[in-house]
């Protein structure tokens, strides 16, 4: 059974850095395409950034562009979602969540495509 669990959140003051975990059991996260997702209250959830299982491709939404970075350690099964210059409009609960099959070309998709997801992690920004 693939199970996802995210942490690394946090609360912080606006231009802190965290770095988000996502660790994968019972599958080999390194060949499946991984999201990272936010969602505020009130809000949809939004994809942030992933990164293909296929050839390693990544995507980053334009609010996070220059600031966040996706990256996998494929020895420990980890996927991490850096974050730098964080802003108060970055606060929301944080998932990551993994194609259901392997080797999926890409990884920008909605978030109704990716197979399981992670409980999320909170992640607070202050002013």
């Known amino acids: 059974q693939v199970q996802l669990v995210e942490s690394g959140g946090g609360e912080v003051q606006a231009g802190d850095s965290l770095r988000l975990s996502c660790a994968a059991s019972?599958?080999?996260?390194?060949?499946?395409?991984v999201g990272w997702f936010r969602q505020a209250p009130g809000t949809e959830r939004e994809g942030v950034s992933c990164i293909s299982g296929s050839d390693g491709t990544t995507y980053y939404a334009d609010s996070v562009k220059g600031r966040f970075t996706i990256s996998r350690d494929n020895a420990k099964n980890i996927v991490y979602l850096e974050m730098n210059s964080l802003k108060p409009e970055d606060t929301a609960v944080y998932y990551c969540a993994i194609d259901a099959i392997p080797g999926v070309p890409g990884c920008q998709r909605p978030a109704s495509m990716y197979g399981n997801w992670g409980q999320g992690t909170q992640v607070t920004v202050s002013s």
């Open positions: 019972g599958v080999t996260a390194d060949a499946y395409g």
